[in-house]
Protein backbone atom coordinates (compact mmCIF):
# COMPACT_ATOMS: atom_id res chain seq x y z
CA UNK A 1 0.00 0.00 0.00
CA UNK A 2 1.29 3.58 -0.59
CA UNK A 3 1.15 6.26 1.80
CA UNK A 4 -0.95 7.93 -0.59
CA UNK A 5 -3.86 6.05 -0.75
CA UNK A 6 -3.98 6.23 3.20
CA UNK A 7 -3.99 9.39 3.06
CA UNK A 8 -6.78 9.88 0.10
CA UNK A 9 -8.77 7.36 2.51
CA UNK A 10 -8.12 9.56 5.32
CA UNK A 11 -9.37 12.89 3.42
CA UNK A 12 -12.51 11.10 2.11
CA UNK A 13 -13.77 11.28 5.70
CA UNK A 14 -13.65 15.59 5.37
CA UNK A 15 -10.84 17.65 5.15
CA UNK A 16 -7.89 17.79 7.22
CA UNK A 17 -4.53 19.30 8.08
CA UNK A 18 -0.95 17.59 8.10
CA UNK A 19 -0.90 16.86 11.57
CA UNK A 20 -4.16 15.42 11.92
CA UNK A 21 -3.65 13.54 8.73
CA UNK A 22 -0.76 11.73 10.28
CA UNK A 23 -2.70 11.30 14.05
CA UNK A 24 -5.67 9.79 11.79
CA UNK A 25 -3.41 7.82 10.17
CA UNK A 26 -1.03 6.13 12.85
CA UNK A 27 -4.43 5.78 14.80
CA UNK A 28 -5.94 3.32 11.85
CA UNK A 29 -2.83 1.73 11.66
CA UNK A 30 -2.63 0.76 15.56
CA UNK A 31 0.66 2.91 15.51
CA UNK A 32 1.87 -0.07 13.54
CA UNK A 33 3.22 1.78 10.39
CA UNK A 34 4.81 5.14 12.37
CA UNK A 35 4.75 8.23 9.62
CA UNK A 36 6.82 11.27 10.17
CA UNK A 37 5.12 14.67 9.64
CA UNK A 38 7.90 15.05 6.59
CA UNK A 39 6.38 11.55 4.91
CA UNK A 40 3.09 13.64 4.71
CA UNK A 41 3.37 16.99 3.50
CA UNK A 42 5.64 15.34 0.99
CA UNK A 43 2.89 13.16 0.27
CA UNK A 44 0.41 16.18 0.22
CA UNK A 45 2.42 18.10 -2.45
CA UNK A 46 2.65 15.29 -4.57
CA UNK A 47 -1.51 14.42 -4.02
CA UNK A 48 -1.70 18.10 -5.24
CA UNK A 49 0.46 18.32 -8.32
CA UNK A 50 -1.38 15.17 -9.46
CA UNK A 51 -4.91 16.65 -8.70
CA UNK A 52 -5.84 14.26 -6.01
CA UNK A 53 -6.48 16.85 -3.42
CA UNK A 54 -6.38 20.65 -3.33
CA UNK A 55 -5.39 22.77 -0.24
CA UNK A 56 -8.47 24.86 1.77
CA UNK A 57 -7.39 28.45 3.12
CA UNK A 58 -5.00 28.32 6.30
CA UNK A 59 -6.72 28.76 9.80
CA UNK A 60 -6.27 31.29 12.22
CA UNK A 61 -3.80 28.93 13.74
CA UNK A 62 -2.02 29.03 10.68
CA UNK A 63 -2.87 25.60 9.93
CA UNK A 64 -4.18 24.69 6.13
CA UNK A 65 -6.49 21.97 5.77
CA UNK A 66 -6.85 19.64 2.42
CA UNK A 67 -9.84 18.06 0.64
CA UNK A 68 -10.49 15.49 -1.60
CA UNK A 69 -10.50 15.98 -5.36
CA UNK A 70 -13.39 13.99 -7.45
CA UNK A 71 -10.48 12.92 -9.24
CA UNK A 72 -9.04 12.02 -5.68
CA UNK A 73 -12.00 10.31 -5.18
CA UNK A 74 -11.89 7.70 -8.14
CA UNK A 75 -8.28 6.88 -7.73
CA UNK A 76 -9.19 5.75 -4.08
CA UNK A 77 -12.29 3.85 -5.49
CA UNK A 78 -9.67 2.27 -8.38
CA UNK A 79 -7.57 1.32 -5.10
CA UNK A 80 -10.33 -0.04 -3.12
CA UNK A 81 -11.41 -2.11 -6.60
CA UNK A 82 -7.66 -3.57 -7.25
CA UNK A 83 -6.02 -6.24 -5.65
CA UNK A 84 -2.57 -5.79 -4.55
CA UNK A 85 -0.72 -7.93 -6.68
CA UNK A 86 1.44 -10.55 -4.78
CA UNK A 87 4.62 -9.41 -7.07
CA UNK A 88 4.63 -5.84 -5.62
CA UNK A 89 5.33 -7.01 -2.06
CA UNK A 90 9.23 -7.20 -1.42
CA UNK A 91 10.61 -10.70 -1.80
CA UNK A 92 10.75 -12.91 0.69
CA UNK A 93 14.64 -12.90 2.40
CA UNK A 94 13.89 -15.46 4.73
CA UNK A 95 12.98 -17.91 1.79
CA UNK A 96 16.26 -17.18 0.39
CA UNK A 97 17.65 -17.40 3.69
CA UNK A 98 17.31 -20.69 4.29
CA UNK A 99 17.59 -21.68 0.50
CA UNK A 100 20.83 -20.48 0.52
CA UNK A 101 21.41 -22.36 4.18
CA UNK A 102 20.85 -25.60 2.85
CA UNK A 103 24.04 -25.26 0.27
CA UNK A 104 26.05 -23.20 2.37
CA UNK A 105 28.67 -25.24 3.98
CA UNK A 106 28.86 -25.33 7.38
CA UNK A 107 25.61 -23.95 8.09
CA UNK A 108 23.26 -25.70 10.74
CA UNK A 109 19.91 -25.08 8.86
CA UNK A 110 18.00 -26.20 11.83
CA UNK A 111 19.22 -23.89 14.17
CA UNK A 112 18.49 -21.19 11.36
CA UNK A 113 15.06 -22.41 11.60
CA UNK A 114 14.56 -22.66 15.44
CA UNK A 115 16.22 -18.77 15.70
CA UNK A 116 13.51 -18.01 13.24
CA UNK A 117 10.44 -19.78 15.08
CA UNK A 118 11.55 -18.31 18.29
CA UNK A 119 11.63 -14.72 16.81
CA UNK A 120 8.52 -15.09 14.66
CA UNK A 121 6.63 -16.54 17.98
CA UNK A 122 7.82 -13.91 20.11
CA UNK A 123 6.41 -11.15 17.53
CA UNK A 124 3.16 -13.59 17.46
CA UNK A 125 3.17 -13.10 21.27
CA UNK A 126 3.46 -9.06 21.38
CA UNK A 127 1.06 -8.91 18.63
CA UNK A 128 -1.61 -11.10 20.70
CA UNK A 129 -0.70 -9.36 23.47
CA UNK A 130 -1.38 -5.87 21.95
CA UNK A 131 -5.01 -7.44 20.49
CA UNK A 132 -5.93 -8.40 24.60
CA UNK A 133 -5.35 -4.98 25.46
CA UNK A 134 -7.78 -4.01 22.65
CA UNK A 135 -11.18 -5.09 22.48
CA UNK A 136 -13.13 -1.54 22.77
CA UNK A 137 -15.55 -1.59 19.73
CA UNK A 138 -13.50 1.45 18.17
CA UNK A 139 -10.47 -0.55 17.96
CA UNK A 140 -11.79 -2.66 15.90
CA UNK A 141 -10.03 -1.59 12.67
CA UNK A 142 -6.48 -1.75 14.70
CA UNK A 143 -7.26 -5.53 15.73
CA UNK A 144 -7.61 -5.84 11.93
CA UNK A 145 -4.29 -4.84 11.58
CA UNK A 146 -3.13 -6.77 14.27
CA UNK A 147 -4.99 -9.77 13.03
CA UNK A 148 -3.30 -9.22 9.42
CA UNK A 149 0.37 -9.53 11.43
CA UNK A 150 -1.07 -12.10 13.41
CA UNK A 151 -1.87 -14.43 10.42
CA UNK A 152 1.20 -13.39 8.64
CA UNK A 153 3.40 -14.38 11.98
CA UNK A 154 1.74 -17.77 12.33
CA UNK A 155 2.07 -18.90 8.21
CA UNK A 156 5.50 -18.16 8.87
CA UNK A 157 6.08 -20.59 12.23
CA UNK A 158 3.62 -23.32 9.89
CA UNK A 159 6.18 -22.79 6.76
CA UNK A 160 9.24 -23.20 9.32
CA UNK A 161 7.95 -26.29 10.64
CA UNK A 162 7.10 -27.50 7.67
CA UNK A 163 10.76 -26.86 6.35
CA UNK A 164 11.94 -28.65 9.31
CA UNK A 165 9.75 -31.06 8.66
CA UNK A 166 11.23 -31.43 5.48
CA UNK A 167 15.15 -31.60 6.97
CA UNK A 168 14.22 -34.29 8.94
CA UNK A 169 13.21 -36.55 5.96
CA UNK A 170 15.79 -35.35 3.54
CA UNK A 171 18.45 -37.45 2.67
CA UNK A 172 22.02 -35.36 1.93
CA UNK A 173 23.41 -36.96 -1.13
CA UNK A 174 27.09 -36.64 0.39
CA UNK A 175 26.82 -37.49 4.85
CA UNK A 176 28.03 -34.86 6.86
CA UNK A 177 31.21 -35.86 9.02
CA UNK A 178 28.67 -36.45 11.92
CA UNK A 179 26.40 -38.81 10.26
CA UNK A 180 25.09 -42.01 11.91
CA UNK A 181 27.43 -44.46 11.36
CA UNK A 182 26.15 -48.14 10.04
CA UNK A 183 23.34 -48.09 12.78
CA UNK A 184 21.49 -45.98 10.36
CA UNK A 185 18.56 -48.06 8.78
CA UNK A 186 17.61 -47.82 5.44
CA UNK A 187 14.07 -47.53 6.31
CA UNK A 188 13.05 -43.79 5.67
CA UNK A 189 11.17 -43.61 9.21
CA UNK A 190 14.06 -45.10 10.88
CA UNK A 191 16.79 -42.97 9.14
CA UNK A 192 14.64 -39.57 10.15
CA UNK A 193 14.14 -40.84 13.94
CA UNK A 194 18.13 -41.09 14.48
CA UNK A 195 18.66 -37.94 12.08
CA UNK A 196 16.00 -36.11 14.46
CA UNK A 197 18.66 -37.73 17.71
CA UNK A 198 21.66 -36.56 16.13
CA UNK B 1 10.84 -30.77 49.59
CA UNK B 2 9.52 -27.85 48.79
CA UNK B 3 9.17 -27.16 45.11
CA UNK B 4 11.13 -23.51 43.97
CA UNK B 5 9.49 -20.62 44.93
CA UNK B 6 6.10 -19.75 44.46
CA UNK B 7 5.60 -22.50 41.70
CA UNK B 8 2.61 -23.84 40.82
CA UNK B 9 4.00 -26.56 38.78
CA UNK B 10 7.64 -27.78 38.52
CA UNK B 11 9.12 -30.71 36.41
CA UNK B 12 12.48 -31.60 37.38
CA UNK B 13 14.75 -33.60 35.23
CA UNK B 14 11.88 -35.58 34.11
CA UNK B 15 11.78 -38.55 31.90
CA UNK B 16 9.13 -40.84 30.20
CA UNK B 17 10.40 -43.96 28.55
CA UNK B 18 7.71 -46.60 27.56
CA UNK B 19 8.90 -50.52 27.31
CA UNK B 20 12.32 -51.59 27.57
CA UNK B 21 15.28 -52.57 25.80
CA UNK B 22 15.82 -51.50 22.32
CA UNK B 23 12.17 -51.25 22.09
CA UNK B 24 12.21 -48.49 24.51
CA UNK B 25 10.65 -45.23 23.23
CA UNK B 26 12.17 -42.47 25.40
CA UNK B 27 9.36 -39.72 25.27
CA UNK B 28 10.70 -37.22 27.56
CA UNK B 29 14.39 -37.07 28.02
CA UNK B 30 15.20 -35.06 31.25
CA UNK B 31 13.02 -31.98 31.31
CA UNK B 32 12.86 -29.20 33.50
CA UNK B 33 10.27 -26.68 33.47
CA UNK B 34 8.74 -24.23 36.00
CA UNK B 35 5.59 -22.40 35.87
CA UNK B 36 4.53 -19.53 38.49
CA UNK B 37 1.05 -18.28 39.26
CA UNK B 38 -0.53 -15.55 36.30
CA UNK B 39 2.15 -17.46 33.93
CA UNK B 40 0.20 -19.50 30.98
CA UNK B 41 3.80 -21.33 28.82
CA UNK B 42 2.96 -22.76 25.57
CA UNK B 43 4.45 -26.46 24.58
CA UNK B 44 5.15 -26.72 20.90
CA UNK B 45 6.69 -29.40 19.09
CA UNK B 46 6.08 -31.75 16.12
CA UNK B 47 4.00 -34.82 16.51
CA UNK B 48 5.61 -37.49 18.84
CA UNK B 49 7.82 -34.75 20.43
CA UNK B 50 6.06 -35.70 23.58
CA UNK B 51 3.96 -32.66 24.54
CA UNK B 52 0.88 -34.66 25.38
CA UNK B 53 3.53 -37.00 27.59
CA UNK B 54 4.46 -34.05 29.33
CA UNK B 55 1.32 -33.09 29.70
CA UNK B 56 0.10 -36.09 31.40
CA UNK B 57 3.11 -35.69 33.82
CA UNK B 58 2.27 -32.53 34.77
CA UNK B 59 -1.47 -33.56 35.50
CA UNK B 60 -0.53 -36.65 37.52
CA UNK B 61 -2.12 -38.66 34.90
CA UNK B 62 1.02 -40.46 34.41
CA UNK B 63 3.96 -40.78 36.40
CA UNK B 64 7.54 -40.43 35.13
CA UNK B 65 10.63 -43.21 34.62
CA UNK B 66 13.27 -40.75 36.46
CA UNK B 67 12.74 -37.07 37.39
CA UNK B 68 10.41 -35.47 40.10
CA UNK B 69 6.73 -33.60 39.50
CA UNK B 70 5.56 -30.99 42.18
CA UNK B 71 2.34 -28.97 41.93
CA UNK B 72 2.32 -26.58 44.73
CA UNK B 73 5.36 -27.82 45.99
CA UNK B 74 4.09 -31.27 46.56
CA UNK B 75 6.27 -34.05 44.95
CA UNK B 76 3.47 -36.37 43.32
CA UNK B 77 5.90 -39.39 43.63
CA UNK B 78 5.19 -39.13 47.10
CA UNK B 79 1.37 -39.63 47.22
CA UNK B 80 -0.89 -42.86 47.03
CA UNK B 81 -3.35 -43.28 44.19
CA UNK B 82 -5.98 -41.50 46.75
CA UNK B 83 -3.71 -38.97 47.18
CA UNK B 84 -2.87 -38.45 43.76
CA UNK B 85 -6.67 -38.45 42.69
CA UNK B 86 -7.46 -35.79 45.32
CA UNK B 87 -5.04 -33.18 44.32
CA UNK B 88 -6.17 -33.94 40.76
CA UNK B 89 -9.66 -33.17 41.63
CA UNK B 90 -9.14 -30.53 43.92
CA UNK B 91 -6.14 -28.56 42.65
CA UNK B 92 -5.82 -29.22 38.40
CA UNK B 93 -7.96 -28.39 35.71
CA UNK B 94 -7.62 -30.17 32.61
CA UNK B 95 -9.21 -29.37 28.81
CA UNK B 96 -8.87 -31.47 26.12
CA UNK B 97 -9.65 -31.95 22.69
CA UNK B 98 -11.86 -34.62 23.64
CA UNK B 99 -14.80 -32.66 25.81
CA UNK B 100 -15.69 -35.96 28.00
CA UNK B 101 -18.39 -34.16 29.02
CA UNK B 102 -21.15 -36.59 30.50
CA UNK B 103 -24.55 -36.64 28.29
CA UNK B 104 -27.05 -37.36 30.64
CA UNK B 105 -25.72 -34.53 33.21
CA UNK B 106 -27.00 -31.01 31.95
CA UNK B 107 -24.39 -28.58 31.93
CA UNK B 108 -24.06 -27.37 35.29
CA UNK B 109 -24.40 -30.64 36.67
CA UNK B 110 -21.33 -31.80 34.52
CA UNK B 111 -19.47 -28.93 36.05
CA UNK B 112 -20.46 -29.28 39.59
CA UNK B 113 -19.35 -33.06 39.24
CA UNK B 114 -15.78 -32.85 40.19
CA UNK B 115 -16.96 -31.35 42.89
CA UNK B 116 -19.15 -33.33 44.56
CA UNK B 117 -17.44 -36.01 44.00
CA UNK B 118 -14.61 -34.57 46.27
CA UNK B 119 -17.17 -33.71 49.47
CA UNK B 120 -18.70 -30.23 48.57
CA UNK B 121 -22.39 -30.28 49.07
CA UNK B 122 -24.96 -29.82 46.54
CA UNK B 123 -26.00 -26.87 46.41
CA UNK B 124 -22.76 -25.14 46.78
CA UNK B 125 -21.20 -27.11 44.10
CA UNK B 126 -24.11 -26.52 41.99
CA UNK B 127 -23.56 -22.48 42.73
CA UNK B 128 -20.16 -22.56 42.20
CA UNK B 129 -20.86 -24.33 38.93
CA UNK B 130 -22.93 -21.35 37.74
CA UNK B 131 -20.43 -19.15 38.69
CA UNK B 132 -17.64 -20.87 36.49
CA UNK B 133 -20.71 -20.70 33.87
CA UNK B 134 -20.62 -17.17 34.03
CA UNK B 135 -17.84 -16.39 33.93
CA UNK B 136 -17.65 -18.43 30.87
CA UNK B 137 -20.09 -16.99 29.24
CA UNK B 138 -23.29 -19.77 29.62
CA UNK B 139 -25.05 -18.25 32.58
CA UNK B 140 -28.11 -18.77 31.48
CA UNK B 141 -27.69 -22.58 29.62
CA UNK B 142 -27.03 -24.80 32.90
CA UNK B 143 -29.48 -26.20 32.85
CA UNK B 144 -29.44 -27.81 29.00
CA UNK B 145 -28.16 -31.28 28.00
CA UNK B 146 -24.64 -31.50 25.91
CA UNK B 147 -26.57 -32.33 22.96
CA UNK B 148 -28.34 -29.34 23.54
CA UNK B 149 -25.24 -27.02 23.14
CA UNK B 150 -22.76 -26.16 19.97
CA UNK B 151 -19.63 -27.30 20.00
CA UNK B 152 -18.51 -24.17 21.14
CA UNK B 153 -21.00 -24.28 24.08
CA UNK B 154 -19.71 -27.21 24.85
CA UNK B 155 -16.22 -26.38 24.82
CA UNK B 156 -16.82 -24.09 27.36
CA UNK B 157 -18.50 -26.18 29.75
CA UNK B 158 -15.62 -27.91 29.37
CA UNK B 159 -13.82 -24.97 30.15
CA UNK B 160 -15.88 -23.91 33.39
CA UNK B 161 -15.21 -27.81 34.69
CA UNK B 162 -11.86 -27.25 34.30
CA UNK B 163 -12.08 -24.13 35.94
CA UNK B 164 -14.53 -24.20 38.94
CA UNK B 165 -13.92 -24.00 42.96
CA UNK B 166 -10.25 -23.26 43.27
CA UNK B 167 -8.09 -25.09 40.80
CA UNK B 168 -4.55 -23.53 40.34
CA UNK B 169 -3.19 -25.13 37.80
CA UNK B 170 -4.50 -25.12 33.93
CA UNK B 171 -3.76 -28.20 31.52
CA UNK B 172 -4.69 -27.84 28.28
CA UNK B 173 -4.35 -30.11 24.94
CA UNK B 174 -5.33 -28.42 21.77
CA UNK B 175 -8.23 -27.10 23.50
CA UNK B 176 -9.73 -25.44 20.76
CA UNK B 177 -9.92 -28.64 18.54
CA UNK B 178 -12.47 -28.54 15.40
CA UNK B 179 -13.86 -24.61 17.13
CA UNK B 180 -13.97 -21.71 14.13
CA UNK B 181 -11.39 -19.13 15.20
CA UNK B 182 -13.34 -16.72 16.79
CA UNK B 183 -14.96 -19.27 18.79
CA UNK B 184 -11.49 -20.77 19.24
CA UNK B 185 -10.12 -17.16 20.36
CA UNK B 186 -12.89 -16.69 22.70
CA UNK B 187 -11.79 -19.94 24.78
CA UNK B 188 -8.16 -18.90 24.83
CA UNK B 189 -9.57 -15.34 25.98
CA UNK B 190 -11.51 -17.29 28.54
CA UNK B 191 -8.42 -18.84 29.64
CA UNK B 192 -6.23 -15.75 29.32
CA UNK B 193 -8.20 -14.19 32.03
CA UNK B 194 -7.93 -17.20 34.30
CA UNK B 195 -4.25 -17.08 34.49
CA UNK B 196 -4.41 -13.59 35.06
CA UNK B 197 -6.62 -13.85 37.93
CA UNK B 198 -3.69 -15.89 39.37
CA UNK B 199 -3.66 -19.76 38.52
CA UNK B 200 -1.60 -20.97 36.10
CA UNK B 201 -1.33 -22.83 32.61
CA UNK B 202 0.14 -25.26 30.49
CA UNK B 203 -1.20 -24.91 26.84
CA UNK B 204 -0.23 -28.11 24.63
CA UNK B 205 -0.65 -26.39 21.13
CA UNK B 206 0.15 -26.81 17.39
CA UNK B 207 -1.26 -23.65 16.19
CA UNK B 208 1.40 -20.47 16.65
CA UNK B 209 -1.33 -18.11 16.81
CA UNK B 210 -2.71 -20.22 20.13
CA UNK B 211 0.41 -20.04 21.70
CA UNK B 212 0.46 -16.01 21.23
CA UNK B 213 -1.39 -16.02 23.82
CA UNK B 214 1.10 -17.52 26.27
CA UNK B 215 3.65 -16.16 28.49
CA UNK B 216 6.38 -17.87 27.53
CA UNK B 217 6.48 -20.52 24.49
CA UNK B 218 8.71 -24.15 25.40
CA UNK B 219 9.59 -26.07 22.16
CA UNK B 220 10.19 -29.69 22.64
CA UNK B 221 12.25 -31.92 19.96
CA UNK B 222 12.55 -35.65 20.68
CA UNK B 223 11.40 -35.31 24.10
CA UNK B 224 13.78 -32.75 24.61
CA UNK B 225 13.25 -29.25 25.31
CA UNK B 226 15.27 -27.07 22.67
CA UNK B 227 14.15 -23.72 23.06
CA UNK B 228 11.59 -21.46 24.84
CA UNK B 229 10.73 -17.89 24.09
CA UNK B 230 9.25 -14.86 25.86
CA UNK B 231 7.25 -11.51 24.09
CA UNK B 232 10.04 -8.62 23.48
CA UNK B 233 11.50 -7.36 26.24
CA UNK B 234 12.98 -10.13 28.29
CA UNK B 235 14.00 -12.31 25.52
CA UNK B 236 17.63 -12.06 25.49
CA UNK B 237 17.76 -12.93 28.85
CA UNK B 238 15.70 -16.08 28.69
CA UNK B 239 17.37 -17.18 25.41
CA UNK B 240 20.75 -16.78 27.19
CA UNK B 241 19.50 -18.83 30.19
CA UNK B 242 18.09 -21.95 27.74
CA UNK B 243 19.93 -24.82 26.85
CA UNK B 244 20.42 -24.86 23.61
Known amino acids: MSIRHGLLALLERGQMYGYQLRAAFEESTGSTWPLNIGQVYTTLSRLERDGLVRPLPESEAGQRPYEI ?5 ADL ?10 TDRPRDELAIKLALALTTPGV ?27 DRPEDLPWRLVLDSMVFQAEAEVRWL ?13 VPPPSAPGPRAAPDAARWADEEARR | MSGSDDAVLELRAVQRTHGAGPAAVHALRGVSLVVR ?22 GGLDRPTDGEVLIEGQPLGALDRRGLAQLRRRRIGYIFQQLNLLGSLSAVENVALPLELDGTGGRRARSLAMAALTEVGLPA ?29 VLADEPTGALD ?22 LVTHEARHAGWADRVVFLRDGVLVDTTAPLGSVEQLLSGSDR
Do not use: N
Open chain 1, 69 to 73: TDAGR
Open chain 1, 77 to 86: ALWFATPISR
Open chain 1, 108 to 134: DVRSVVQAQRSATMRALQELTRLKYGS
Open chain 1, 161 to 173: DHCETSLVRHRPS
Open chain 2, 37 to 58: PGELVAVMGPSGSGKSTLLALA
Open chain 2, 141 to 169: LGDRFPDQLSGGQQQRVAIARALVGERRL
Open chain 2, 181 to 202: SQTGEAVLHLLRRRIDAGAAGV
